[in-house]
């Protein structure tokens, strides 16, 4: 019995292209050959990995986030670990630490990590107006294991943000993402 599928043209495969046809196409009434546009394609591929175009991660988030307010940069001078009283962020980075503690505005940056970048505090100081008076970076140079400070001045009225990061030099490679907010009294 012959089924009446196979006897439906609609179902048929179609016809497979021929070697001549499968190497051309119309376009607009032109012959391009699939050939020359695979070139191409191949010649783009190659310029994009030459300049170095689409190599970030695509969950990469850039600081700073807003680049109008000037940089501040702090290396931080070696010290022990912050006091009791300190306000550190809530999870910790793998790369990094940072602690704040308002009397005296002092930054702390754990280094945790040896793979040669510096571990960094991102921090960002709020007016009573949500606006970003001040940004900077925190940068512990020492190497895995130790703790270095930052002494900063901030205002009692304003509002500090501020997270943990992994740096080359002062650029900023990775960072948690999540900041800690606390009053900078």
């Known amino acids: 019995?012959?089924?009446?599928?196979?006897?439906?043209?609609?179902?048929?495969?179609?016809?497979?292209?021929?070697?001549?046809?499968?190497?051309t196409h119309s376009v607009g009434g032109s012959v391009r050959r699939r050939r020359l546009t695979?070139?191409?394609?191949?010649?783009?591929?190659?310029?994009?990995?030459?300049?170095?175009?689409?190599?970030?991660?695509?969950?990469?988030?850039?600081?700073?986030i807003n680049d109008r307010v000037a940089v501040e940069k702090d290396l931080g001078k070696p010290s022990s670990a912050p006091p009791n009283a300190a306000v550190c962020s809530t999870l910790t980075f793998i790369y990094a630490h940072a602690c704040f503690v308002a009397d005296g505005d002092y930054l702390y940056v754990l280094d945790k990590k040896a793979d040669g970048h510096s571990a960094v505090a991102l921090w960002e100081d709020y007016t009573a107006n949500d606006q970003l008076w001040r940004q900077g970076i925190c940068r512990n140079a020492e190497g895995q294991g130790h703790w270095v400070r930052c002494n900063k001045n901030f205002y009692e009225s304003h509002t500090l943000a501020f997270s943990e990061g992994k740096a080359e030099g002062w650029r900023v490679l990775d960072f948690y993402g999540s900041f800690r907010w606390v009053p900078a009294a």
């Open 38 to 64: 695979s070139s191409a394609g191949v010649l783009i591929a190659a310029l994009v990995t030459l300049l170095g175009i689409g190599n970030a991660p695509a969950y990469a988030i850039s600081w700073p």
């Open 1 to 23: 019995m012959v089924s009446r599928f196979c006897l439906d043209q609609s179902l048929r495969p179609a016809k497979q292209p021929s070697r001549k046809e499968n190497l």
